[in-house]
């Protein structure tokens, strides 16, 4: 019974650092994507002057 806890600690220490990964990616690209709007805005409005 003492691989129980080490079974699921261990998937505990999967699932967790999965979800992390990716929550740390997805605030990654948003960032990402709004600064590239806020650049494709600045060039717009400086063709449109």
Same mark, same amino acid.
């Given at each position: 019974? !003492?691989?129980?806890? !080490? %079974? %699921?600690? /261990? &998937? #505990? %220490? *999967?699932? &967790?650092? /999965?979800?992390? &990964? &990716? @929550? !740390? #990616?997805?605030?990654?690209?948003? +960032? #990402?994507?709004?600064?590239?709007? =806020? +650049? =494709?805005?600045?060039? @717009? *409005?400086?063709? +449109?002057?």
């Amino acid at each position: 019974m !003492i691989w129980v806890p !080490i %079974l %699921l600690g /261990t &998937f #505990k %220490l *999967a699932v &967790f650092g /999965t979800g992390m &990964f &990716f @929550a !740390i #990616k997805w605030h990654h690209d948003q +960032a #990402k994507k709004e600064k590239e709007e =806020r +650049a =494709r805005a600045e060039q @717009a *409005a400086d063709e +449109a002057e």
